[in-house]
């Protein structure tokens, strides 16, 4: 059986076959950590029994990535690091334009 198939400990987030499974869109989108997680908290709330805790949750993951993204804007500026032709206004860091490949 597949894991899209299968739930551990209940069946609150199954999908009955429709629409797409937050793992797969966190895979199709690149996303990080950070943001797999605040969207997997804000996509699920109401799901659940306390919608304000899954958004603090969520709020959460975002204000640690916010933190990481300053730290990276920051060193960015100080080191003068690569500028991205194609967005000058991005810096090689910003997740936006995250290489895949470059791991």
Same mark, same amino acid.
């Given at each position: 059986?597949?894991?899209?198939? #299968? %739930?551990?400990?209940?069946? *609150? ?16 989108? $690149?996303? $990080?950590?950070? %943001?797999?997680?605040? #969207?997997?908290?804000?996509? @699920?709330?109401?799901?659940?029994? $306390?919608?304000? %805790?899954?958004? /603090?949750? !969520?709020? *959460?993951?975002? /204000? ?5 993204? $300053? =730290?990276? *804007?920051?060193?960015?500026? !100080?080191?003068?690091?690569? =500028?991205? /032709?194609? *967005? &000058?206004? %991005?810096?090689?860091?910003?997740? @936006?334009?995250?290489? &895949?490949?470059?791991?």
């Amino acid at each position: 059986m597949s894991a899209n198939k #299968t %739930q551990i400990g209940g069946d *609150h987030y199954k999908n009955d076959g429709n629409g797409e499974e937050h793992w797969d869109r966190v895979d199709r989108l $690149n996303l $990080n950590y950070f %943001q797999a997680c605040a #969207t997997k908290y804000i996509e @699920r709330c109401y799901l659940k029994d $306390n919608a304000v %805790q899954d958004l /603090q949750k !969520a709020a *959460h993951f975002i /204000q640690k990535l916010i933190e990481l993204e $300053n =730290v990276k *804007h920051d060193e960015a500026e !100080a080191t003068g690091a690569y =500028v991205n /032709q194609d *967005h &000058p206004g %991005q810096y090689k860091g910003d997740l @936006r334009f995250k290489d &895949p490949y470059d791991l």
